[in-house]
C-alpha cells in the first residue's frame, strides 16, 4: 500500500510544479528526501528518566527507534562535556516519511494552539524547511495524562529543490498550511 501523500505527490504535484517551473527533464522535479525528528534534551545525564521516556515517546511519533546525539564538544559554561548524551533523533525515508507526513499535515498541525500557518521565511536557501513543535502531545499517539516531560521538537524537511520558492510550492501542494506574507 503506498502512502496517501505519496500519491498525491506522484499524481498531483509534479504536475502542478511542472508548469509552474516549466522543467524539461522529469527528474529536475522537486521532492521529498527525508524528514529529521530531533529532540535536544539538555539534562539527560542527570535524569535518566527523562532520556527513557522521550526515547519511548519519539519511536512511538516516528514509528521508529531514535539514536541518541551526543556532544562533539566540551562546554563549561553549560556544565557540557564532549560525548554526553544530549538528545535524539530520527531520520524518515520512504513509506514511513510519508505517513509521517500526511500525520503531520492532517491531525498533527491542526491540533497547536493559537496556530496561525508555518512561517514562510524558515527555508535555509538551498530548499530545506524546519519548523518547530513547543510540545509532543499534539501527536495523537501521546498520551497526555502519561507525559511527565513536557518535550519540544524541531522538524526539518531535505528536499531536492534548488530554490527557496520550488521547496515552498512543493511543501504547499503536498498541504503544508503556510501562512500568508
Known amino acids: 500500500m503506498v502512502a496517501r501523500l505519496a500519491e498525491k505527490y506522484k499524481n498531483e504535484a509534479t504536475g502542478a510544479l511542472k508548469d509552474r517551473f516549466q522543467y524539461g527533464n522529469p527528474m529536475a522535479i522537486p521532492r521529498l528526501k527525508k524528514i529529521v525528528v530531533s529532540m535536544g534534551i539538555g539534562d539527560a545525564e542527570t535524569e535518566k528518566n527523562k532520556l527513557e521516556e522521550t526515547t519511548k515517546q519519539l519511536a512511538l511519533i516516528?514509528?521508529?527507534?531514535?539514536?541518541?546525539?551526543?556532544?562533539?564538544?566540551?562546554?563549561?559554561?553549560?556544565?557540557?562535556?564532549?560525548?554526553?548524551r544530549v538528545g535524539l533523533k530520527v531520520t524518515l525515508r520512504g513509506k514511513r516519511m510519508w505517513e509521517f507526513l500526511d500525520r503531520l499535515v492532517s491531525l498533527v498541525i491542526p491540533r497547536v494552539k493559537d496556530f496561525r500557518g508555518l512561517n514562510p521565511s524558515a527555508f535555509?536557501?538551498?530548499?530545506?524547511?524546519?519548523?518547530?513543535?513547543?510540545?509532543?502531545?499534539?501527536?495523537?499517539?501521546?498520551?497526555?495524562?502519561?507525559?511527565?516531560?513536557?518535550?519540544?521538537?524541531?522538524i526539518a524537511f531535505q528536499t531536492s529543490a534548488g530554490t527557496d520558492e520550488e521547496a515552498r510550492e512543493l511543501l504547499s501542494l503536498l498541504g503544508m498550511p503556510f501562512r500568508k506574507e
Not at 62 to 84: D, E, H, I, W, Y
Not at 130 to 150: K, R, Y
Open 62 to 84: 516516528t514509528g521508529q527507534q531514535p539514536l541518541v546525539t551526543r556532544a562533539r564538544k566540551s562546554v563549561s559554561n553549560f556544565k557540557l562535556r564532549a560525548g554526553m
Open 124 to 154: 535555509d536557501g538551498r530548499g530545506n524547511y524546519n519548523m518547530g513543535l513547543i510540545e509532543q502531545t499534539v501527536f495523537p499517539e501521546i498520551d497526555p495524562d502519561s507525559v511527565t516531560v513536557v518535550q519540544g521538537m524541531n
